[in-house]
């Protein structure tokens, strides 16, 4: 079971059992272990994940927190539980005055459904106010999987990930802001674009009016990004109809009916995930699609010798990706859904890397 996976079991877990925890304890017990499991640490080994571990702080003796992980030795993770139902706060908070105390470079806050990660970005072994990484794992989000997966023990790397946190703590910021914005337009936000189109004074009634019109118009706007995303798949469908050979086939062996072939929804939903991968190496307009009845192959720069990989979508019963070595031999992997793809972005940008001649 790979690590997406495991997080959608735990999900279901939670969603199912939650009405049933009375207690903090079986909080720890139903969803924050088998978390901390999850991320590939033995809970039942005390040189990996120490219960009520012990921080003295100045004159307080004996003081816990409710998990250090360790790694190396040496204490990694701190990790602080609440009851699923309490909310989480920072005030007045034992993690803040651990964190200072401990060698640890990162801490958990969580009820077992919310889960906030911390750091000390602003400010060297003082933990930051704000979460670099919050998700609930009931709706957590193919990227922020990606992120949680680097605190995996096979994973971990403290630099890495204080690398990326800087980058996801602003850029959460940023969303945020922009998605109060859009809701509820401050005055600045709505004096931008009103400067922009209008000539007269900003009074608070030209504010009152062009409120509903600031949003609106950046409503559409975003409708309009999506529409043009589907029309690009749907243009692209039309323009390709000629069926590819299969690598390992000679030429002359099949032609295949052009009219038994149907590219379907999810083949152009999976080119649109391939695409969205290989943009990091490539410009999405080097990518293309030829369907054919017994696959749907993706291709660099519509070259039938340059195949990024095949999608066998045919099949009522079994999904698979496929991928072509260098020595023309083709590996298929079985995928459950649409977002397993994901799960080979590092095969499917190697792959172009080592098809690519225009660099």
Same mark, same amino acid.
């Given at each position: 079971m790979d690590f997406k996976d495991q997080i959608k079991q735990l999900s279901d877990r939670v969603i199912k059992l939650k009405d049933q925890i009375a207690t903090e304890e079986a909080t720890k017990n139903a969803f924050i272990m088998p978390f901390i499991q999850m991320l590939g640490y033995d809970v $039942?080994? &005390?040189l990996e994940v120490v219960p009520e571990y012990v921080t003295d702080i100045g004159t307080k003796k004996g003081e816990k927190i409710d998990y250090a992980i360790f790694k /190396? /030795?040496? &204490? !990694?993770?701190?990790?602080?539980? @609440?009851?699923w139902q309490q909310k989480l706060d920072l005030h007045d908070n034992q993690l803040l005055r651990y964190f200072h105390?401990? @060698?640890?470079? $990162? !801490?958990i806050l969580t009820n077992g459904i919310r889960y906030r990660f911390y750091t000390d970005l602003e400010e060297t072994n003082k933990m930051d106010d704000k979460p670099f990484l919050e998700f /609930?794992?009931?709706e957590i989000k193919d990227n922020q999987v990606e992120e949680l997966k680097k605190f995996h023990k096979s994973y971990f790397d403290v630099e890495n990930?204080?690398?990326? !946190?800087?980058? +996801? @703590?602003f850029s959460s910021a940023v969303k945020a802001i922009f998605s109060n914005e859009l809701k509820t337009p401050s005055d600045e936000f709505l004096r931008f674009f009103i400067s922009k189109v209008y000539s007269g004074k900003i009074t608070a009634k030209v504010?009152?009016? $062009? =409120? %509903?019109?600031?949003?609106? =118009?950046?409503n559409n706007v975003i409708s309009d990004m999506i529409t043009d995303r589907f029309k690009f798949a749907l243009d692209a469908e039309e323009a390709s109809h000629t069926p590819e050979v299969a690598v390992n086939e000679p030429v002359t062996t099949q032609i295949e009916e052009t009219d038994k072939?149907?590219?379907?929804? %999810?083949? +152009? %939903?999976g080119f649109m995930i391939v695409k969205t991968i290989c943009r990091q190496k490539v410009a999405i307009n080097r990518i293309f699609y030829r369907d054919a009845q017994s696959y749907f192959a993706i291709l660099l720069d519509d070259n039938n010798r340059k195949t990024i990989c095949r999608l066998y979508f045919n099949s009522s019963s079994k999904k698979y990706i496929s991928f072509i070595d260098a020595d023309k031999k083709e590996t298929k992997q079985e995928i459950s859904s649409l977002d397993d793809i994901f799960n080979y972005s590092d095969i499917l940008l190697a792959t172009i890397e080592r098809m690519d001649t225009s660099k």
């Open positions: $039942f080994n &005390p /190396d /030795d040496i &204490p !990694a993770i701190l990790v602080e539980c @609440k009851h105390v401990s @060698k640890a470079k $990162f !801490a /609930d794992i009931t990930i204080v690398n990326s !946190a800087s980058e +996801l @703590k504010l009152t009016d $062009f =409120s %509903e019109l600031v949003k609106k =118009s950046i072939i149907i590219t379907t929804e %999810e083949e +152009l %939903e």
